[in-house]
C-alpha cells in the first residue's frame, strides 16, 4: 500500500479505501491523464519491456528471483524477457535457498520481505552453502533504500540492489552488470549517447570525475528523507538536475524538475521526490558501473 500511494502521489493523485468488516475492502485510484488515442492492448508490453539500448540478449544466463508478490513476479518475468536469459522465480526465502543449493544460476534477485525465511537471512545461508553456489551475486529487491538499511543488505551478503517500484532500465542494467562478466559490463555502457560523445571529445580522466561528483549528488538525494523541507528537496533536485541532464541520465534530470514544480506551486513534494530517489537509484547502476570500466 505505501508503494501505491507513493506512485498515485508522484502523477498527482489520490487513492481512497473504503473496508466493511467481513465483506473485504475497495480501493479507488484517481488520476489525471490525457486521452490515448488509437492505442491497442499489444502496445502497451513493448513499453514495459523496452530493453536498454545495446543490450543484446543473455540466452545463458539463468536469475533467480526470489518474490512473495505475484504481481511483482510477473513485472520481473517482463522487464528481463527482452535480454533473453532463463529465469526461474520462487515465493519465499527457503525456497530460494533451496534452489540457490541447487547451483547453476548467475544472478538471484532477492526480495527482502517474505515468508518462512526474509531476503537477509536467505542470503547469510546460501553464503554458508559452500562451493561456486555461495558466490552467485545476489542483488536485493527493497523499497528502503537508505544508507543504513543498504549497509544491513551488504552485511548480509548481498551484492548490490534495485529499489522498489521497478525501474526496466535500472533492473535489465544491474542484470547485465552482474550476471555475465566482462560481456555484461560492456553492454551496460552502450545506453547514454550524450556520455560517449563527451567522453570522446574531452577525454575519459575528465569525464570519470564529473561522474563521481554526479554520483556523490545522487548518493545524497538517495540518504535524504522525504520529509526534509520542501525547500531543501528542491535545491537538491535543482542542483542534481543540470548535471544529470548534461551527462544524459535524461530520467533522473526530468524527475528532479517534477521535485522542483512540485515545490514551486505549493504542492506536496513528497511523491516527486520519492520518484526522483527511484529514477537516482536506476542511474547509479548504469553509472557506477561506468567508473568501474
Same mark, same amino acid.
Given at each position: 500500500?505505501?508503494? +501505491?500511494?507513493?506512485?498515485?502521489?508522484?502523477?498527482?493523485?489520490?487513492?481512497?479505501?473504503?473496508?466493511?468488516?467481513? *465483506?473485504?475492502?475497495?480501493?479507488?485510484?484517481?488520476?489525471?491523464? %490525457? @486521452?490515448?488515442?488509437?492505442?491497442?492492448?499489444?502496445?502497451?508490453?513493448?513499453?514495459?519491456?523496452?530493453?536498454?539500448? /545495446?543490450?543484446?540478449?543473455?540466452?545463458?544466463?539463468?536469475?533467480?528471483? @526470489?518474490?512473495?508478490?505475484?504481481?511483482?513476479?510477473?513485472?520481473?518475468?517482463? #522487464?528481463?524477457?527482452?535480454?533473453? $536469459?532463463?529465469?526461474?522465480?520462487?515465493?519465499?526465502?527457503?525456497?530460494?535457498?533451496?534452489?540457490?543449493?541447487?547451483?547453476?544460476?548467475?544472478?538471484?534477485?532477492?526480495? #527482502?520481505?517474505?515468508?518462512?525465511?526474509?531476503?537477509?537471512?536467505?542470503?547469510?545461508?546460501?553464503?554458508?552453502?559452500? /562451493?561456486?553456489?555461495? !558466490?552467485? %551475486?545476489?542483488?536485493? &529487491?527493497?523499497?528502503?533504500?537508505?544508507?543504513?538499511?543498504?549497509? !544491513? $543488505?551488504?552485511?548480509?551478503?548481498?551484492?548490490? *540492489?534495485?529499489?522498489?517500484?521497478?525501474?526496466?532500465?535500472?533492473?535489465?542494467? #544491474?542484470?547485465?552488470?552482474?550476471?555475465?562478466?566482462?560481456?555484461? /559490463?560492456?553492454?551496460? &555502457?552502450?545506453?547514454?549517447?550524450?556520455?560517449?560523445?563527451?567522453?570522446?571529445?574531452?577525454?575519459?580522466? %575528465?569525464? !570519470?570525475?564529473?561522474?563521481?561528483?554526479?554520483?556523490?549528488?545522487?548518493?545524497?538525494?538517495? +540518504?535524504?528523507?522525504?520529509?526534509?523541507?520542501?525547500?531543501?528537496? +528542491?535545491? &537538491? =533536485? *535543482? +542542483?542534481?538536475?543540470?548535471?544529470?541532464?548534461?551527462?544524459?541520465?535524461?530520467?533522473?534530470?526530468? @524527475?528532479?524538475?517534477?521535485?522542483?514544480?512540485?515545490?514551486?506551486?505549493?504542492?506536496?513534494?513528497?511523491?516527486?521526490?520519492? =520518484?526522483?530517489?527511484?529514477? $537516482?537509484?536506476? =542511474?547509479?547502476?548504469?553509472?557506477?558501473?561506468?567508473?568501474?570500466?
Amino acid at each position: 500500500m505505501a508503494i +501505491s500511494k507513493r506512485l498515485v502521489e508522484a502523477m498527482d493523485g489520490t487513492i481512497e479505501v473504503w473496508s466493511e468488516l467481513d *465483506h473485504g475492502s475497495t480501493f479507488e485510484v484517481r488520476v489525471n491523464l %490525457p @486521452a490515448a488515442e488509437g492505442l491497442a492492448e499489444a502496445d502497451l508490453l513493448p513499453a514495459m519491456a523496452t530493453p536498454v539500448q /545495446g543490450a543484446g540478449p543473455l540466452p545463458t544466463v539463468r536469475v533467480l528471483v @526470489a518474490e512473495d508478490v505475484p504481481v511483482n513476479q510477473e513485472l520481473v518475468r517482463l #522487464m528481463l524477457a527482452p535480454l533473453g $536469459c532463463e529465469v526461474v522465480v520462487v515465493g519465499d526465502g527457503e525456497q530460494a535457498l533451496d534452489a540457490a543449493a541447487s547451483g547453476g544460476f548467475d544472478l538471484i534477485l532477492m526480495d #527482502m520481505q517474505m515468508p518462512v525465511l526474509d531476503g537477509l537471512e536467505a542470503t547469510r545461508m546460501i553464503r554458508r552453502l559452500g /562451493g561456486a553456489a555461495s !558466490r552467485t %551475486p545476489i542483488v536485493a &529487491l527493497t523499497a528502503n533504500v537508505l544508507p543504513e538499511q543498504i549497509e !544491513r $543488505c551488504r552485511r548480509a551478503g548481498m551484492n548490490d *540492489h534495485v529499489a522498489k517500484p521497478f525501474v526496466t532500465e535500472g533492473l535489465q542494467s #544491474m542484470v547485465l552488470k552482474w550476471a555475465n562478466g566482462s560481456a555484461a /559490463g560492456a553492454a551496460v &555502457l552502450a545506453p547514454n549517447p550524450v556520455l560517449d560523445d563527451l567522453t570522446a571529445q574531452i577525454g575519459p580522466g %575528465p569525464i !570519470r570525475g564529473l561522474l563521481a561528483s554526479l554520483d556523490a549528488q545522487m548518493v545524497q538525494i538517495l +540518504s535524504t528523507p522525504v520529509s526534509t523541507d520542501p525547500t531543501a528537496l +528542491s535545491r &537538491l =533536485a *535543482h +542542483s542534481l538536475r543540470g548535471a544529470a541532464g548534461a551527462l544524459g541520465y535524461v530520467e533522473a534530470a526530468r @524527475a528532479c524538475q517534477a521535485v522542483e514544480t512540485a515545490q514551486k506551486a505549493g504542492a506536496s513534494a513528497d511523491g516527486a521526490f520519492t =520518484a526522483l530517489q527511484s529514477a $537516482c537509484s536506476a =542511474a547509479r547502476a548504469a553509472l557506477v558501473q561506468r567508473l568501474a570500466a
